[in-house]
């Protein structure tokens, strides 16, 4: 990608290569900002087949598959490359066309794929068989050498997990435990859930417990707070002034995760290349308005204001 970017000008292409570093971080847990900073890469750089290549992945996480074809087909036209052909098929199952993907699946471009992208084509297979309710063939599409060996590869922990979900769609229960515990044993990363299916599967629940009276090394430490916990509306006394039920540092983190509840998302905003040197941060306050006398313009209006 870095190398493929050298054919713009340099100050683009560390604009553009600012962009799609931020597109990497924040595909898995924020794709939708992830989508927004592919669409500007690819507003400033749609040429170069790396981009045409993120902004199809990007839009594939957040389901615009027809999107995610078009980018896709056009990074394949620039570079030749076959690694693509399993998640185009799979856009085409994502559109409800499944049976243009067992197409693809048929084409010479498969035999072309390295041993990950085959195991990939072969999972897009079975999909497509559960998409038309072909169950049966489904199971039979992933018994393959790869599933039946005992070495784990990167594809080792997804392969058994999509086969025990489909030996589980087939009502084969205890089969499909076995499977999603192997899958769970070669899920070093956590890229699947096997381990919640096995606890479903097991009957088994988790819940929210409060933590109370417990003691580390002989520190009392504070019970938790669970969201169950927090009063639904506030009570106040006599007085006028609201009861709190939670004081000193338990408190503040409850108010502090609601003020960012309710905060609205930031959209993404074009990543600059100058903008990666960070400036120096004070703590000094800003210095008030004063008039011709020295007293403050604004004293009037409080304290907070100023500061």
């Not at 799979?90 to 197409?103: I, S, V």
């Not at 009502?171 to 890229?191: S, V």
């Not at 929210?208 to 504070?222: I, Q, R, T, Y």
Request: with cysteine; glycine share 6%.
């Amino acid at each position: 990608m870095r190398q493929e970017l050298m054919s713009l000008p340099k100050g683009l292409a560390e604009e553009v290569a600012c962009n799609l570093v931020m597109v990497a971080r924040l595909i898995d847990e924020e794709p939708e900002q992830a989508y927004a900073y592919s669409r500007i890469a690819l507003r400033l750089a749609s040429r170069v087949a790396a981009v045409r290549e993120a902004a199809g992945f990007a839009a594939y996480a957040t389901q615009k598959y027809s999107e995610a074809l078009a980018e896709f087909r056009a990074a394949r036209r620039m570079t030749g490359s076959v690694e693509l052909w399993p998640v185009m098929a799979d856009c085409e199952r994502g559109l409800g066309r499944p049976e243009r993907a067992l197409t693809m699946a048929g084409e010479p471009e498969v035999q072309k794929l390295d041993k990950p992208g085959q195991v990939e084509m072969r999972l897009v297979v079975a999909g497509a068989r559960r998409d038309m309710g072909q169950l049966d063939a489904a199971i039979v599409t992933l018994q393959s050498p790869e599933l039946a060996s005992n070495s784990v590869q990167p594809w080792t922990a997804r392969l058994r997990y999509a086969y025990a979900d489909a030996l589980l769609a087939a009502t084969r229960e205890d089969e499909a435990r076995e499977w999603f515990a192997k899958a769970l044993e070669a899920d070093k990363d956590g890229t699947t859930d096997a381990s919640d299916r096995l606890a479903e599967l097991d009957g088994v629940d988790f819940v929210d417990a409060m933590v109370e009276d417990d003691e580390v090394d002989g520190d009392a430490v504070a019970p938790r707070v669970v969201a169950e916990d927090l009063p639904e509306d506030p009570e106040f006394d006599d007085e006028g002034e609201e009861e709190d039920e939670f004081e000193g540092d338990d408190a503040d983190l409850v108010r502090a995760a609601d003020e960012t509840a309710d905060a609205e998302p930031a959209k993404a905003e074009p990543v600059k290349a100058e903008s990666v040197t960070a400036e120096p941060v004070t703590d000094e306050p800003a210095p008030a308005d004063t008039d011709d006398k020295g007293t403050d313009k604004d004293k009037d209006k409080g304290t907070d204001q100023g500061a």
